[in-house]
């Protein structure tokens, strides 16, 4: 094969230095005062589930589209002046897999133990016309406003703490088993 019919690939190399570098800097950014064998415990958790899982390239290449579809969207507000016929359908399509992409984050999240309060339904609805999921939360126990406002708290703090193209817009207490979550979608 000439140098000419050479496809340029993206390789990303992914050693036992930069794993090992990047749970230390987990402890670091958590403040958690660790032992050697807590450390070495938690590598080897990371080290079992990226080294020998077949989908880690897949993943990858998802987080790397994502990445790709943010940057364009961020250059074109840029630039979409500069040029003389940028012709915008008022519609955007949303790709399938991104949105698959964030169900599964939704669903995550709220299966996560990370929240104080425990859900009895999980209902997700994408609006497509304004581009936002709306969550429906139907929970075991009542609600007050002192303990949503706590749930707010936990819900952005969560966020907060990965990586994500959701955007918390607004929540609100439907009855006081139920609640009304809406985010947007950063792309």
């Known amino acids: 094969m000439s140098e000419e019919e050479k496809v340029e690939t993206l390789i990303f190399e992914l050693d036992l230095n930069s794993i090992l570098e990047t749970v230390g800097n987990w402890f670091d950014s958590k403040m958690i005062h660790y032992s050697d064998q807590m450390f070495?415990?938690?590598?080897?958790n990371v080290k079992s589930k990226l080294l020998s899982s077949e989908?880690?390239?897949?993943?990858?290449?998802?987080?790397?589209?994502?990445?790709?579809?943010?940057?364009?969207?961020?250059?074109?507000?840029?630039?979409?002046?500069?040029?003389?016929?940028?012709?915008e359908e008022v519609e955007e399509l949303v790709p399938a897999w991104f949105l698959t992409e964030r169900y599964n984050e939704i669903e995550e999240m709220f299966r996560s133990k990370f929240f104080s309060h425990t859900f009895a339904e999980v209902e997700t609805e994408y609006d497509s016309a304004i581009k936002i999921f709306t969550i429906t939360l139907?929970?075991?126990?009542?609600?007050?406003?002192?303990?949503?406002?706590?749930?707010?708290?936990?819900l952005q703090s969560y966020l907060k703490n990965r990586i994500t193209l959701l955007n918390f817009n607004q929540g609100k207490i439907i009855d006081p088993k139920e609640l009304e979550i809406t985010f947007g979608i950063d792309w």
């Open 55 to 87: 989908t880690l390239n897949e993943y990858l290449k998802l987080r790397i589209d994502e990445l790709i579809f943010k940057l364009l969207s961020v250059y074109h507000e840029k630039k979409k002046t500069a040029y003389e016929e940028v012709t």
């Open 40 to 44: 070495a415990d938690y590598f080897e």
């Open 138 to 154: 139907r929970l075991e126990k009542e609600i007050d406003k002192a303990g949503y406002d706590g749930l707010m708290n936990d």
